[in-house]
Each structure stands twice: as structure tokens, then as C-alpha cells.
């Protein structure tokens, strides 16, 4: 006889009491993904229907619960995963002067010897990564507009098919169903006097991915710049110095390639330009 026991034997798991319903269950927790937070199924009406649909009284309310609060992440996973793997893998490829992108980034200066929070207002060209530059003391309406005006006549142009932006107060006054906005008249009425698009990423952290560009031109600026904060007596010298300074149109750092960056800038000018002609 062996002197150490055989290892005992596991016994198999016990199914759940809502295993004839769990496909049921899946169905109405993914129907929720799509709905009206506050009009979601409740615990008490998904017992509703298990009895008015299935005829099923087994399962105690702790347990449909449980059940539930166990499944919603998961389905929410797989929903993102089954996404990612859809969107994630159209290359994104620009052509000059075809398509630019904007955005507010937060900076500290010391204005008239004093610490405050001002933002830096980016316009960024897809192509060839150059960029224009300027502070203000918020992210108004005005001075969003300004900015925009003031980085047109640096370019010599503007973008022959569109801008992309978030959902910024200035330009959006409500956000609809998927892409879909109410834009204000004054910036519906800039926009025309320009001739050119705005495409409005999505919502969210995906909308971040549609125009990185400029978001991390806006943090790069910064850093290389704005650190420690500049010292001004006001923000239109701050942006007179931008204006005169070549760092003020942004030219892109990209070590090892200038002929080409020289390239893509003249392409890009001059594709804005010829717009801008027309």
C-alpha cells in the first residue's frame, strides 16, 4: 500500500440556478449599452420578465443581482474590444494643406507679476506638423476666433478640406446623436467667411486619438518653451514675441529629416495658399 492517499478528488462545480436563462439575462444587459442611462433595467424588473417571459420563479433577487453585477463589466469589455479591433485599424494618411487641427491647452505665465492660468491656442497642419501659436487669458469665444484669424495669416492659407476640433463651447452649443452638433451662429458665420469645414471628433477619450497631433503639439510647446513660465507685463507682448519668434509658427522638431520637413512645410503653405487664392 502507498503510505501517502491519492489526492482526493475535486467535485465537479455546481451549475447555477440561472444557467436556463443566462443567454436571456446577456441579451437585455447588452440592449442596455445602447439605451438611456436612467432608463436601464433594474434588478427587480429583469425578475419582472424572467416571470412574465419565461415562466422562470428560481432564482432569488441576491443572486440575479450578483449575477448582473458580474456581467455588465464584462459585456462593457467586450463590447470596447470588439471596437477597438473595427476602428483601430484604418491608417490615417494627409495630404499638404488638406486638413488641420485645434485645440486649448492649459499654461501657467507670470503676467504683470503674477501667477495665473492662461491657455495657449494651437492650430497644428496634419501634414507637415506646422503650427501656430497663441495666448490667451481663457478660452473664449473671441479669442478662439482671434486665434484662428491670427493663424491663417501666419499660414498664408487656409485648409482645403477641413479643421478638426472637440466639442468646444466657441464652436459647439449642443451635442447630438453620434457626429451630429449645433454649432453657434457666430462661428457658423466665421467658418463661411473662410470657406472651410470642421469636422467635431467624438466625444470622449476616443475623440483625443482622432486629433493627437495637436494635442501633443500643445503639451511639446509648452514644455520646450513655457518652462519655467515666462515672465510678461501682458499677453499681446507675450504673443508679439511668438509672432516675431520662429518658435511662435511652430516648426516641428524632427531630428534627421529636415529636407524632407522643409519639404512637407513648403507643400503644405503652398497647398493652404492656393485655397486661400480661390
Not at 485599424?89 to 507679476?113: C, H, I, N, S, Y
Not at 496634419?126 to 476666433?145: I, M, N
Not at 467624438?202 to 500643445?218: D, I, N, S
Request: proline content about 5%; glycine content about 8%.
Amino acid at each position: 500500500m502507498c503510505p501517502v492517499p491519492a489526492k482526493r478528488k475535486k467535485p465537479p462545480p455546481r451549475k447555477s440556478v440561472l444557467e436556463p436563462v443566462k443567454g436571456f439575462i446577456d441579451a437585455i444587459l447588452r440592449e442596455d449599452m445602447s439605451v438611456w442611462k436612467k432608463q436601464k433595467h433594474t434588478i427587480d424588473r429583469i425578475l419582472e420578465r424572467l416571470v412574465g417571459e419565461h415562466d422562470f420563479e428560481l432564482a432569488a433577487y441576491f443572486t440575479v443581482r450578483d449575477y448582473v453585477a458580474k456581467r455588465r463589466p464584462e459585456l462593457a469589455l467586450e463590447a470596447r474590444e470588439g471596437r477597438r479591433h473595427l476602428e483601430g485599424t484604418v491608417p490615417q494618411e494627409k495630404r499638404p494643406g488638406e486638413e488641420a487641427e485645434v485645440d486649448f491647452a492649459d499654461v501657467w505665465l507670470d503676467l504683470a507679476g503674477q501667477r495665473r492660468k492662461c491657455v495657449l491656442f494651437t492650430l497644428r497642419m496634419s501634414y507637415s506638423g506646422k503650427a501656430v501659436h497663441r495666448a490667451y487669458a481663457t478660452a473664449s469665444q473671441e479669442a478662439f476666433l482671434e486665434g484662428h484669424a491670427e493663424a491663417f495669416r501666419a499660414l498664408g492659407g487656409v485648409s482645403t478640406v477641413h479643421i478638426r476640433y472637440d466639442n468646444l463651447k466657441p464652436a459647439v452649443k449642443q451635442v447630438l446623436f453620434g457626429r451630429s452638433h449645433t454649432e453657434t451662429t457666430r462661428w457658423v458665420s466665421f467658418r463661411s467667411w473662410y470657406r472651410y469645414s470642421a469636422f467635431y471628433c467624438a466625444p470622449g477619450e476616443e475623440g483625443g486619438h482622432e486629433k493627437g497631433g495637436v494635442e501633443h503639439e500643445g503639451g511639446r510647446f509648452r514644455r520646450k518653451h513655457l518652462v519655467p513660465a515666462v515672465a510678461v507685463e501682458s499677453l499681446a507682448e507675450l504673443n508679439e514675441r511668438l509672432a516675431g519668434d520662429r518658435r511662435g509658427r511652430g516648426l516641428p522638431a524632427c531630428p534627421g529629416s529636415s529636407h524632407l520637413l522643409r519639404f512637407r512645410l513648403r507643400a503644405g503653405t503652398a497647398a493652404a495658399g492656393a485655397a486661400t487664392r480661390r
